[in-house]
């Protein structure tokens, strides 16, 4: 919709004098382009739209790279050599044409195979805030290794900034691609595997954003009621949209084909999935069918994790809905999303749970079996993320006051029963970071509770080895909400690793015997 389009050079010549170059506009695609014969790397650059009267400037949103005073300028960077050479053998890989095809579907057997076999291995995931550790990420990857993880989870940049165009391409402002670069290739060097979170759901209202960006709803929808939510204040994709999807799905593969991630992590996919999630009667508009599905979205994750499956068939996909959805890790040919792993939703409750007292956890202990109960209704991972700003805070006193006391038993209790919970297992812990609001003690206690947590977790095959099949759990006895107890065993492949396991989640010690099928 743009009537003219100008690549602006901010700082081209010094710092008070900036450049523009118009770009010619091919006919009938709508496309702008410009070459320029210059040495730019590091330069910031902007385009100046206009639609209308008066032009606007408007980031990249296939940047690479942010300027770190924020506002709309992106910067011009070199690509690191390792990011080189993978898009060099990407370009390899698609002119091979037929031969690659029968390459992929070989490819394609043989990763289903392996990935079959890490499913009866230990997987835990540390979900990392990297601006937590900027400065010092070589240090986060040993300390994830050194504490157990197999792997680690991180966004590159913030969606919902308001500070200038968002680029799922460009990691944060401070953090430039090739330290980035090099924090992945170290978390390899570690034993790691990377996970980057995959970000689809919508983006900020900010003026500096992607709404409005070439004076048209170009990556929303026009109508209000499909294009924006009230209630956080977001911009949503229209997912239809053919330059939406190649966006969206670009993003997807940049991850995992040119940053080298082992996977990618799609988060808060209610609100794309839903068309009135966290919305009012009156703000959202029903599907062609009269449902509140989004089948847009319901489209662009299946084929997204479908072409993925067909060509980087090795990568893990990771799902969280926040919200209720049948078959996230269903297959994509069907009625599935086709993830491989789907956060478990109904152990989200369980931090809330713990939070009540006694008699409040009798009411509420039924709801706090759920998690156990579907856990085998498709492959699920458990997710407990940082305790609440109230927990910290009673934890974070110097004094051992008995309410600091039982905010640390707290956290603690939440990891020992997220360990023993069937399902894979993703932690955020940056209350472990030196930034962390908890004395340094209490950390270095934390530390060590969790590092034995997960030696303990990769030591027992009946906690990883059957997480995804049915015959790995079985009630022992009756849960009771009275003495807010709970037994159960988990099973490996062999007979012998069977273990009891006894929960108590009241605030007293208990002693319980519970009878088992074998002597």
Not at 73 to 97: D, F, M, Q, W, Y
Not at 237 to 243: D, I, K, N, S
Not at 488 to 502: C, E, I, L, M
Request: one cysteine or more; hydrophobic letters at 40%.
């Amino acid at each position: 919709e743009a009537d003219a389009v100008s690549l602006r050079l901010p700082d081209f010549f010094d710092e008070e004098k900036a450049a523009s170059f118009l770009m010619i506009k091919r006919e009938p695609y709508g496309v702008f382009e410009l070459f320029l014969p210059l040495p730019l790397p590091g330069k910031k650059y902007a385009f100046s739209i206009k639609h209308g009267k008066s032009p606007a400037l408007r980031g990249d949103p296939y940047a690479l790279s942010h300027a770190e005073d924020g506002g709309e300028c992106a910067v011009v960077c070199a690509l690191p050599e390792a990011l080189s050479r993978t898009l060099s053998k990407t370009g390899e890989e698609i002119a091979g044409g037929a031969l690659l095809a029968q390459e992929q579907k070989k490819a394609a057997k043989t990763a289903a195979q392996e990935k079959r076999a890490r499913m009866q291995e230990p997987l835990a995931i540390r979900e990392a805030s990297l601006p937590l550790y900027f400065g010092a990420l070589k240090k986060l990857a040993k300390d994830t290794r050194e504490l157990g993880f197999t792997h680690i989870a991180f966004a590159m940049g913030d969606p919902f900034t308001d500070q200038g165009v968002y680029s799922p391409f460009a990691p944060y402002p401070a953090l430039s691609l090739s330290a980035l670069c090099a924090f992945i290739a170290e978390c390899h060097r570690e034993g790691l595997g990377v996970f980057i979170d995959w970000d689809m759901d919508g983006f900020s209202s900010g003026e500096n954003g992607l709404s409005r960006f070439d004076g048209s709803a170009l990556y929303e929808h026009e109508d209000m009621r499909r294009g924006y939510r009230n209630a956080d204040a977001r911009f949503l994709y229209q997912y239809g949209r053919p330059q939406v999807r190649n966006f969206l799905l670009s993003a997807a593969f940049y991850r995992v084909c040119a940053l080298g991630a082992d996977g990618i992590y799609a988060k808060r996919l209610g609100s794309a999935l839903y068309l009135d999630y966290n919305k009012k009667p009156d703000e959202w508009l029903p599907n062609m069918f009269g449902g509140n599905m989004n089948t847009e979205a319901v489209s662009l994750l299946q084929t997204a994790n479908a072409e993925l499956i067909k060509r980087v068939p090795e990568a893990f996909r990771l799902a969280s809905t926040g919200a209720i959805w049948k078959e996230v890790a269903g297959a994509p040919e069907g009625d599935g999303l086709g993830f491989d792993l789907a956060e478990n939703e109904d152990f989200q409750d369980f931090s809330e749970f713990l939070s009540k007292d006694d008699s409040g956890k009798r009411e509420g202990f039924e709801l706090s079996l759920s998690g156990v109960r579907y856990a085998y209704v498709e492959p699920r991972f458990v997710a407990l993320t940082e305790p609440d700003e109230a927990l910290l805070s009673e934890a974070g006193t110097e004094a051992d006051t008995e309410r600091a006391g039982e905010a640390v038993a707290r956290i603690k209790l939440a990891l020992a029963y997220a360990v023993l919970h069937p399902g894979k297992k993703l932690f955020r812990l940056d209350c472990l970071s030196e930034a962390s609001a908890l004395p340094a003690r209490r950390r270095v206690m934390l530390r060590k509770y969790v590092k034995e947590l997960l030696s303990f977790y990769a030591s027992e095959r009946a906690l990883y080895e059957k997480e995804m099949q049915e015959d790995g759990f079985a009630f022992l006895n009756a849960a009771s909400a009275n003495a807010l107890t709970l037994t159960y065993t988990r099973s490996g492949r062999k007979k012998a690793d069977k273990r009891y396991v006894f929960v108590n989640f009241s605030s007293v010690p208990l002693k319980w015997r519970a009878g088992v099928p074998e002597k």
